[in-house]
């Protein structure tokens, strides 16, 4: 079994900054890649970004030079570091782990969403 316990979000004003970090724990045998989704009201889900084992990183056009993605491989953990937060920021952020199970099954978890509320 796999759990993933989020931490950080909150209210906050526009032009500050916020830490979401994510950690996996359980059965894994290989960690894929690891990432940030997030969810406003009446939208769809969209990636965040996103940090592969290969270190590479993918990120939405809408929070390049604002958002910094980072793990913690030891502590199978990732971290988003959120800057110059905007209004439309505001949104329910989800974690999600792209992993070999220990039984060697690729699975995809998620964690339980985190509510990140950026005031103007």
């Known amino acids: 079994q796999v759990q993933l316990v989020e931490s950080g979000g909150g209210l906050v004003q526009a032009g500050t900054s916020l830490r979401l970090s994510c950690a996996a724990s359980?059965?894994?045998?290989?960690?894929?890649?690891m990432g940030w989704y997030r969810q406003a009201p009446g939208k769809q889900r969209e990636l965040v970004a996103r940090?592969?084992?290969?270190?590479?990183?993918n990120y939405a056009e809408s929070v390049k030079g604002r958002f910094t993605i980072s793990s913690d491989n030891a502590k199978k953990a990732v971290v988003l570091q959120m800057n110059s937060l905007k209004p439309e920021d505001t949104a329910v952020y989800y974690c999600?782990?792209?992993?070999?199970?220990?039984?060697?099954?690729?699975?995809?978890?998620w964690g339980q969403g985190t509510q990140v509320t950026v005031s103007s």
């Open positions: 940090l592969s084992s290969d270190g590479s990183t």
């Open positions: 999600n782990v792209d992993m070999f199970t220990a039984l060697l099954v690729r699975s995809d978890y």
């Open positions: 359980g059965s894994i045998f290989r960690i894929n890649a």
